[in-house]
């Protein structure tokens, strides 16, 4: 992926890091909640969680992320020109429809770092906060992406930027409020058929939206990109990780998918580059 043919995104932040006191490491969280976050689980209740699992939110200054080497330079210009492909993507898309795309920004940290949805360390893996529309990062997570989970390249990587990005669509388009109205009213969160699922095959597909027009904007894929980012997302299915930590499956606690719903909704998106054909929520079969 030749990924520098991108413009680079003014809206990503460094340095805006925070070290918990008492620490998480990525071993002492569950593999299924590791992961299961990498594409964006609902946040409220996940950070939630994680701050009472450390000590109810004991932090200090935290470690600078601003790159000092010429490795951390170059994954943090990968960030900008991702995030940047995102944003000419839905100006696109929003400019069609006769309206103005609110970008998010995208806070890259270390250690651990305080959101308008809570304070979250490193172990939660990427994710969207509706609450201030930002993105969270710690670029440790792409190397524990590659040798946990064998989910390799650009195209991967880009993949998990552009499903928190989708999560920001879906908050603006109004389908986030309209789950947590559901959920007040009694719907069922969890599950193979439930509105988490449903939330989250959406921001896949919506993933695949942009990697369609990306590379029609940009013709910036190589061969073996898409089927990094497939690999990426069956590797992250909900019964795939449960399969790895536990050795069973349990569908009636699934939250993002499994692996082949997962890849479909990608794909999805993908071919058509369509937001209108992501449409999970009124989806009979996900």
């Known amino acids: 992926m030749d990924w520098r043919r991108s413009r680079q995104s003014e809206n990503v932040v460094t340095g805006g890091a ?72 839905w100006e696109e898309v929003f400019s069609a429809a006769g309206k103005s795309y609110p970008a998010p920004r995208l806070v890259l940290f270390g250690g651990a770092v305080e959101s308008a949805c809570g304070r979250a360390s490193a172990a939660v893996g990427p994710f969207y906060c509706p609450n201030d529309a930002q993105v969270y990062l ?12 064998h989910a390799a390249g650009d195209l991967a990587r880009a993949y998990v930027i552009a499903h928190e990005v989708g999560h920001h669509l879906q908050n603006v388009l109004g389908g986030m409020s309209a789950v947590d109205r559901a959920r007040q009213r009694g719907a069922s969160m969890e599950g193979a058929e439930g509105l988490s699922v449903r939330l989250e095959l959406q921001a896949d597909c919506f993933a695949g939206v942009w990697a369609n027009r990306s590379e029609e904007r940009l013709h910036w894929l190589e061969p073996g990109d898409v089927e990094s980012a497939l690999a990426a997302a069956t590797a992250i299915g909900d019964d795939a990780l449960q399969r790895q930590a536990q050795g069973y499956v349990v569908p009636d606690s699934f939250t ?30 996900l």
């Open 18 to 89: 925070a070290r918990l006191g008492g620490g998480v490491g990525l071993g002492g969280v569950a593999i299924v909640v590791l992961v299961g976050l990498v594409m964006g689980r609902s946040p409220l209740e996940i950070l939630g969680q994680l701050v009472n699992m450390n000590g109810g939110g004991q932090y200090e200054s935290g470690e600078d992320v601003r790159p000092t080497t010429p490795e951390q330079g170059e994954q943090v210009q990968f960030v900008r020109a991702i995030l940047g492909s995102t944003e000419d993507t």
């Open 138 to 149: 710690d670029l440790q997570f792409f190397r524990d992406m590659e040798q946990r989970f």
């Open 256 to 285: 993002h998918g499994t692996s082949q719903q997962r890849v479909r909704w990608f794909k999805a998106g993908l071919k058509s580059g369509d937001i209108a054909n992501c449409d999970t929520f009124k989806a009979d079969q």
